[in-house]
């Protein structure tokens, strides 16, 4: 060691680098403990507040159902009861049955880019009909007194029963569900626009048209076995 | 949901910028854009770090998932940023002392730009896959490098007008970036 | 001037002199993001108060055995800590409120108000005095950020706190709302002080 390094050495008051990692490690015991215990003490209550919003959107959209069950549509086809996470792939989707056991509507999710950031819609389809019934918004970060006009201007809402058959092959709906200028719908699978919401309108109807185009034509094979409550 | 990586540009870019419609990195706006030949330094060493951050969040958020530890994301992903800066520090400091000269003062500045961490919550959020992560970084770096350049140009005018005393400073600056996000406003849903 | 006890003082620098908000213009990027309305406004000032004063108090009980070499290091990683456990408690206590802050929760680990205390203040005091600081900053921040929120929804919406208040008549200033809104609002806050500070030091 010459001259040269010892001035580079650390001075006196340095941290000696065993006592670093000491601390360190003490620090990162500390705050270890603490994330989990927050993890794990809020972990009841917010599963329980996000199946009471889940659920409540589910009744909203669904007014009449008495007993909602959460199906699952695995990648083989093959149709599950919701039994805790979904497997990948897997399309979730509500069952609502009224008092009698009779299937008055299936709920489901689905996503598009808004104004501000995603929307999640959560949109009620009605198998007797072939139609989407209505939608509730799940999450939005959409200017509030702007893009929020979606859940209340009742022009907006008149859209609703929104056509969505099935084509003729049934791999597809047979027209697709998009948003038009405001005062042009001249089809029912048409979704007339906001004027002045126009962005929102349209994140709402793609959203609803890519879940059901994806959902539905997966689903009509399994209606007969739903149609009762099992 | 898919975005195509264009529309992802786009939205990080122009309609929905970092800055002005998503306010993040206001720090740094406020801060170092009264010149214009800072400004342009400090974007690219922003983009350049958004970039690596980007990336790492991107598999370290996936190690998480699939280790169950996602409530660790957060702690993780600032601790990559903070050493990612470190390291980029670093490697200019030995490889390119010039660039470092001109960088050098607002990499340490740039742990602390949400504007970065943002670029890494964001992609996860919005559960973009890696080119859409990519797309996502540059744009965003991209619109955080025009925002500053805009106002630095607005600032450097300004400089040689006379203004009321009472809104010198802070007060001004916001009033011009409310008046620059007002036009942003004019790309909204171009991204699609 | 009254002498009034020196922990009101150390509170009052941060609620008033030294205010993050409206004389210091720091940690801006909440400030404007979630300050689309009140209630917004306050959840976020309190979540962040709350980050700010338990990591100071942590920063400060440990401040003999951090090393100063990685005492940056340290400190982001307790803030960090602090910021997913209030983002843990405002999931538990509304998802509305955790849909609408949004990612600008996990943000507040990034705001320099806090990185700043804990390097100004909390390593060189013992835990009371830190605490009371960061009690202090906290409470101007979530001050500023209500006064900022309030303008917003209320001409914005015409409505407080979600209750309207000018009636059906009412044609909402939605701009308000908007990210312009955000800076002309913080801008014309801003104006005032300087306008007040200006003419106390003037006269």
Redesign the interface.
């Known amino acids: 060691m010459n001259e040269q390094t010892v001035h580079f050495m650390p001075r006196m008051d340095a941290t000696p680098p065993a006592r670093m990692v000491r601390v360190l490690a003490l620090v990162a015991a500390i705050c270890g403990s603490l994330v989990v215990a927050a993890h794990q003490g809020t972990l009841s209550a917010v599963q329980e507040n996000k199946r009471i919003a889940l659920e409540r959107a589910v009744r909203k959209v669904l007014p009449e159902a008495r007993e909602i069950i959460a199906y699952w549509l695995l990648p083989s086809g093959a149709l599950a009861k919701a039994n805790g996470a979904p497997p990948p792939g897997a399309l979730v989707f509500h069952a609502g049955y009224d008092a009698s056991g009779r299937l008055v509507g299936i709920a489901a999710e689905g996503a598009a880019k808004g104004y501000a950031d995603t929307v999640r819609v959560l949109y009620a389809y009605d198998p007797h009909a072939q139609a989407v019934r209505g939608f509730a918004v799940i999450a939005s970060r959409e200017t509030p007194g702007i893009g929020d006009k979606v859940t209340k201007d009742k022009d907006f809402l008149a859209n609703f029963p929104l056509s969505a058959q099935l084509s003729d092959d049934g791999t597809a709906l047979a027209h697709e569900i998009r948003a038009v200028k405001h005062g042009t719908k001249t089809h029912p699978w048409e979704v007339d626009a906001i004027a002045g919401a126009t962005i929102t309108s349209r994140a709402v109807a793609r959203a609803i048209n890519e879940a059901a185009q994806a959902l539905l034509p997966r689903l009509s094979p399994h209606l007969a076995t739903l149609a009762q409550k099992t | ?1 898919v ?1 195509s990586p264009g ?1 992802v540009f786009i ?1 990080a870019f122009l309609a ?1 910028n970092f800055v ?8 740094p706006f ?1 801060g170092v854009s009264s010149k214009l030949e800072t400004a342009l330094p400090m974007g690219a060493a922003t983009t350049f770090v958004m970039f690596v951050a980007s990336t790492t969040a991107f598999g370290v958020n996936a190690l998480l998932t699939a280790f169950g530890l996602e ?2 994301r ?2 993780a992903y ?2 990559i940023i ?1 050493s990612s800066v470190q390291l980029v520090e670093m490697v200019l400091k030995k490889h390119s002392p010039a660039l470092f000269r001109a960088l050098g003062i607002y990499l340490p500045l740039i ?4 504007a ?3 670029v890494a ?2 992609q996860t ?2 559960e973009y896959d890696f080119v859409q992560a990519l797309m996502f970084a540059a744009g965003a770096g991209a619109g955080f490098t025009l925002a500053l350049l805009l106002m630095a140009s607005v600032r450097e005018r300004l400089a040689l007008s006379e203004v009321p ?3 010198q ?4 600056s ?2 011009l ?3 620059l ?2 036009s ?2 004019g790309f ?2 171009l ?2 | 001037m009254k002498t009034r006890p020196l922990a009101w003082e150390e509170f009052m620098e941060g609620v008033w002199r030294q205010n993050p908000v409206f004389v210091m213009a720091l940690g801006m990027c909440p400030v404007l993001a979630v300050s689309v309305s009140a209630i917004n406004a306050l959840s976020m000032g309190l979540a962040t108060t709350f980050v700010l004063v338990s990591s100071c108090a942590l920063i400060s009980l440990l401040r003999k055995w951090i090393p100063k070499e990685v005492r940056i290091a340290t400190y982001i990683v307790i803030i960090a800590t602090f910021v997913t456990v209030v983002d843990y408690l405002i999931q538990a206590i509304s998802l509305t409120l955790y849909e609408a802050l949004g990612a600008f929760i996990q943000l507040i680990v990034v705001n320099c108000i806090i990185l700043g205390r804990a390097e100004a203040h909390a390593s060189k005091n013992p835990p009371l005095a830190a605490i009371i600081n960061a009690l202090g900053m906290g409470v101007g921040f979530t001050l500023g950020l209500f006064a900022l929120g309030s303008v917003r929804e209320i001409l914005g919406a015409g409505a407080w706190f979600g209750i309207s208040l000018f009636g059906d008549g009412f044609q909402p200033w939605v701009v308000m709302l908007l990210p312009p809104g955000g800076f002309f609002v913080l801008g014309g806050w801003l104006l005032l002080f300087s306008f007040f500070a200006r003419r106390r030091a003037g006269a």
């Open positions: 949901m975005e529309s939205n929905n002005l419609a998503m306010f993040l990195g206001l720090c406020l409530f660790l957060l702690i600032i601790v903070a742990t602390t730009n949400c970065v961490l943002g919550l964001f959020a919005r005393a009472v809104v400073g802070t007060a001004l916001l009033m970036a409310g008046i996000s007002l942003f406003m909204a849903g991204g699609g």
